[in-house]
């Protein structure tokens, strides 16, 4: 591994900012100056599970820098016209200061990506995802997340679940946690359960917190990291948003990671590889692998 990629792999951020600091002063890899990002497309999708009574919308923001893609969601509908025009071409340090926050994510995102893979010399431990019908895959990614979550917070029994997926929050429940499912849309869940909008106002009646990275792009991860290091609370982070950033904050309120980096599970029904970080991930990993071999 080069002494770059070892340095990076070996040094631990103290927030979201002391890492895009180290970035942009070229502490952890090449100059971000000297690294321009080649294409820049969205995903959007909408889906309604068969036997599920509700469905939902992404929309998710990508950059590719060579060889890897860094994403970022944003709410349907929300991302200007001339965004992906701004993206082609320009170099990373350019994208990190852009204004608008997606846009300076996924542009982290994608240079974390590029000399940060995830791979087991930077703490990852990959996870398969079988073959199958786009729940069948959401339950399969639902298990492991629900697997680091039983794992980094044992005996805690209420959980903030911040980004409501329904597959997530019955794996969760299986486990024996007790759910409260908060985002920023509201609405019901599946089981007709209320859905809190505001997380940080959840926060001290819970035990353990599962989030989104959606919340790197919607400012709200920030809060979440700085209480959980503050109270000593376990903070699991499911990310396909800022897959690559969020395993670099382990350590710093961060407890562990299910990192899914673009292609993801809803684009395809063939096999696919998640990333768990975290202090018990192979044990995850391994339960997952007993599991879909019964």
Not at 83 to 103: F, K, M, Q, W, Y
Request: glycine share 10%; with cysteine; net charge negative.
């Amino acid at each position: 591994m080069p002494a770059a990629t070892a340095t990076a792999a070996t040094s631990a951020a103290t927030s979201y900012d002391d890492l895009l600091a180290r970035v942009l002063a070229g502490e952890l890899g090449p100059d971000p100056r000297t690294r321009r990002v080649s294409v820049a497309f969205t995903t959007r999708q909408a889906v309604r599970h068969e036997g599920r009574s509700t469905g939902y919308r992404n929309e998710v923001l990508s950059l590719r820098l060579a060889e890897a893609v860094g994403s970022c969601a944003v709410e349907p509908g929300t991302l200007p016209d001339g965004a992906l025009d701004d993206c082609v071409g320009a170099d990373i340090a350019r994208l990190l200061a852009h204004e608008l926050t997606p846009v300076r994510v996924a542009a982290l995102d994608a240079y974390l990506m590029h000399i940060l893979p995830h791979a087991p010399t930077t703490g990852a431990r990959s996870c398969p995802l079988p073959a199958g019908g786009s729940l069948d895959k959401s339950r399969s990614r639902a298990r492991a997340v629900a697997g680091l979550l039983d794992a980094a917070a044992p005996g805690r029994t209420t959980v903030l679940v911040v980004g409501v997926v329904n597959s997530l929050l019955a794996a969760v429940r299986e486990r024996g946690f007790t759910c409260v499912p908060c985002d920023l849309k509201g609405g019901t869940t599946e089981w007709g359960e209320p859905v809190r909008t505001d997380a940080l106002a959840e926060l001290e009646r819970c035990d353990a917190v599962l989030a989104s990275g959606m919340t790197l792009g919607n400012g709200t991860f920030e809060p979440l990291r700085a209480h959980a290091l503050r109270h000593g609370k376990p903070l699991v982070m499911f990310a396909q948003t800022g897959s690559a950033v969020l395993p670099r904050l382990i350590g710093a309120g961060v407890s562990a990671v299910c990192a899914e980096p673009y292609p993801f599970f809803w684009l395809d029904g063939g096999p696919g590889t998640i990333h768990l970080y975290g202090a018990d991930a192979a044990a995850v990993v391994t339960e997952g692998a007993a599991g879909a071999a019964l």
